[in-house]
């Protein structure tokens, strides 16, 4: 792509993480602030980096696009930010206190919660992105892991690897009620959606 493109994806970057913001704070019903999103075009050898290394434990929530825009779109993030989020959200819904555990151990409530978190995020930015290009696009069935980073991006990696080596990383940092929360957003349209989206933008 060229820079006019890279510009225009950094664009949708900063705009799908507001609306993830948006949707966060509705979840959890409190005010979510959004830091600058920080938006580039990465290997996913870099990506792995970035998140802390190969062997680096974290949450990755995949979801398949369906509708005229296909792909995929990952949700990432560390093991203290994934607790520190179920327990925002069912602390807010069910008045829940969550026991220490081991780093990585998620009762089957917190993943629940994790899940339809990723969910609502994940939809939100696709639904700004949709609205854009005045296109048909929606998420399907989420799909959550917890394993090292090297792992959880080889599943994108290989799927994508025949067409593109590179994937649209949006790093986002929310803060709510002082609690600061790092994930990130890894958007893989297929090579003939990433046509239609530059072409629904203008800059094909």
């Given at each position: 792509m060229n820079a006019m493109q890279l510009d225009v994806f950094k664009e949708i970057g900063n705009i799908g993480s507001s609306s993830a913001a948006t949707a966060l704070s509705k979840?959890?019903?409190?005010?979510?602030t959004?830091?600058?999103?920080?938006?580039?075009?990465?290997?996913?050898?870099?990506?792995t980096k970035i998140v802390g290394g190969e062997e680096t434990l974290v949450i990755?929530?995949?979801q398949p696009m369906q509708g005229d825009l296909t792909g995929?779109?990952?949700?990432?993030l560390g093991l203290k930010e994934a607790h520190d989020l179920a327990s925002l959200l069912l602390t807010q819904m069910l008045n829940y206190e969550r026991s220490e555990s081991e780093p990585g151990v998620f009762t089957e409530m917190e993943t629940s919660a994790l899940r339809e978190i990723g969910n609502i995020m994940i939809s939100a930015y696709l639904g700004s992105l949709s609205g854009m290009i005045n296109t048909n696009m929606r998420p399907s069935i989420p799909y959550m892991s917890i394993d090292m980073a090297n792992a959880i991006l080889s599943v994108p990696a290989i799927e994508f690897g025949k067409v593109a080596d590179r994937a649209l990383f949006i790093e986002s940092k929310f803060s709510v009620d002082g609690v600061d929360?790092?994930?990130c957003f890894i958007f893989i349209?297929?090579?003939?959606?990433?046509?239609?989206i530059l072409s629904g933008l203008g800059v094909a």
């Open positions: 979840i959890v019903d409190k005010r979510v959004l830091s600058l999103p920080r938006v580039q075009i990465l290997k996913f050898n870099e990506i990755g929530i995949l995929n779109i990952m949700f990432l929360i790092g994930g349209p297929d090579a003939d959606s990433l046509e239609r």
